[in-house]
């Protein structure tokens, strides 16, 4: 079956621009995941939906940041007035029930390119 | 903060040999999970260790977790060039929150 798709692939854009990355999970998966990956290095959380629950945010390094989950499916992280550090690979993940199983199916990422 | 910490950063075997990778971490878990990332993009799922389990198989990818010691190996045995990687060891806690906290990442390089 299909797997988790993230759009765009790259993205680039002017600093102080706001960009919006997409991520589509995979059908029936009821947890979402946002992280982020800078060049060379480990994946930092942004950002965890899980069913109607309210959002996991504690990932968020600033309020020009955020996401929204619509009818818990399809997810938007936008990020508001871009700045140069914001450079990286934007990865979203999905999970299925349970939640504990705790196992990830990965997109492929949104690159973004903050010039 | 960093849970999963993976040693060595970097690995460069030669193909035919075993690569074997650590990853420590410091709180209770409720499983431990390696992850394989491909030029930088999305991460695969290798396989899941639970907490109880303490050795575990797939192919040729053997998973060794010692929660007493809070550290778990990944041995990949007769390696492949297109084994060439970053691997990702990454920790669920016991907590209800299913967030996963990964570690940095061991880049291992197989020679042909």
């Known amino acids: 079956g299909a797997g988790v798709s993230q759009s765009p692939s790259n993205k680039v854009t002017e600093k102080g621009k706001d960009v919006e990355l997409r991520c589509d999970p995979i059908s029936g998966h009821t947890a979402l995941y946002w992280y982020r990956q800078s060049l060379g290095q480990g994946l930092e959380f942004l950002i965890y939906?899980?069913?109607?629950?309210?959002?996991?945010k504690s990932g968020l390094p600033s309020d020009r940041f955020s996401a929204e989950r619509t009818g818990g499916s399809v997810s938007t992280l936008t990020i508001q007035r871009t700045q140069q550090e914001d450079s990286a690979v934007y990865l979203c993940?999905?999970?299925?029930?349970?939640?504990?199983?705790?196992?990830?199916?990965f997109g492929p990422g949104t690159r973004l390119t903050v010039t | 903060s960093q849970q999963g910490e993976e040693d060595p950063q970097a690995l460069s075997i030669q193909e035919g040999e075993n690569a074997t990778m650590n990853c420590s971490y410091k709180?209770?878990?409720?499983?431990l999970q390696w992850y394989r990332q491909n030029s930088g993009r999305g991460l695969v799922h290798l396989i899941l260790i639970r907490s109880n389990e303490r050795e575990k198989h797939s192919g040729r990818l053997r998973v060794t977790l010692d929660t007493s010691k809070k550290s778990s190996s990944l041995l990949i045995t007769a390696s492949r060039a297109a084994d060439t990687a970053s691997y990702f060891c990454a920790t669920r806690d016991t907590g209800a929150n299913s967030k996963l906290t990964f570690g940095k990442g061991i880049t291992l390089s197989v020679r042909p």
């Open positions: 993940a999905s999970s299925p029930p349970p939640v504990a199983s705790g196992e990830q199916y």
């Open positions: 709180t209770s878990i409720n499983n």
């Open positions: 939906f899980q069913g109607n629950s309210a959002p996991d």
